[in-house]
């Protein structure tokens, strides 16, 4: 089974344009997590996408945004891009029906090197 | 909220010598917990899982344990290998539903070094 794919793999963009970044997830998960990392924050949560709805979102601002398509592939896109945004981009993909269970298991994708001059 | 706390960094090793990262979490109910390992270049892989106490993870050689009286997973491997050189998140999900759809909360990481 295919894993997780993002594209681009890398980007450099300047102040104040913006960009989209896109994710496939796994045949058969219908979620889509997207996470920022950071040498300086780490790893932080940005939102999660379920079925075309956003189920939860992070402490960022509304610059950032996603959607997710039928197909469970889900693109996040960065407005007004600022220096700090750069940073490795991961999404990560999982069934996201946690049923009786309560546990789900996110598989990563191997990210996109954002580059904000 | 939830925090996850990782030992401090970098850790350099010997080829066969024996790993222990720590691992402390603090979180409301019984969350999920998990090992990602990052090499260079490259995006997170699942290590290894838990999801409920006394659990014991393993993949790899490497192994963890889910001690709900100590709030710990420390990752454990018997011999380290050149190749095991990368760097090690802790996480884990809450598995409460509603805000905590998708959140992995992750450690600050470890950054581990192995020579030959």
């Known amino acids: 089974k295919a894993g997780v794919t993002q594209t681009p793999r890398y980007l450099i963009k300047t102040r104040g344009q913006q960009v989209t970044l896109s994710c496939s997830p796994i045949s058969g998960h219908r979620s889509v997590s997207w996470y920022q990392q950071t040498p300086g924050q780490g790893l932080q949560f940005l939102f999660e996408y379920f079925s075309e709805t956003q189920r939860n979102k992070g402490n960022f601002p509304g610059r950032f945004s996603g959607r997710q398509f039928s197909n469970s592939r889900s693109e996040m896109n960065v407005s007004t891009l600022e220096l700090g945004d750069s940073a490795l981009y991961l999404c990560?993909?999982?069934?996201?029906?946690?049923?009786?269970?309560?546990?789900?298991?996110?598989?990563f994708g191997p990210g996109t090197r954002l580059t904000v001059l | 909220g939830n925090s996850v706390t990782q030992m401090e960094g970098p850790v350099t090793l010997s080829e066969e010598a024996f790993l222990t990262i720590n691992c402390t979490y603090t979180a409301t109910g019984y969350p999920s917990l998990f090992w990602y390992v990052q090499y260079p270049g490259e995006g997170l892989q699942l290590l290894l899982k838990a999801t409920k106490a006394d659990d014991k993870g393993s993949n790899k050689g490497f192994e963890a344990t889910y001690r709900k009286e100590t709030t710990s997973f420390h990752l454990e491997k018997g011999s380290v290998q050149v190749s095991d050189s990368a760097v090690y998140f802790c996480?884990?999900?809450?598995?409460?539903?509603?805000?905590?759809?998708?959140?992995?909360?992750f450690g600050q990481g470890t950054i581990l070094t192995v020579h030959p």
């Open positions: 990560a993909s999982s069934l996201g029906d946690w049923g009786l269970t309560f546990t789900d298991t996110q598989y």
């Open positions: 996480a884990l999900e809450p598995n409460a539903g509603g805000t905590s759809y998708g959140k992995l909360t």
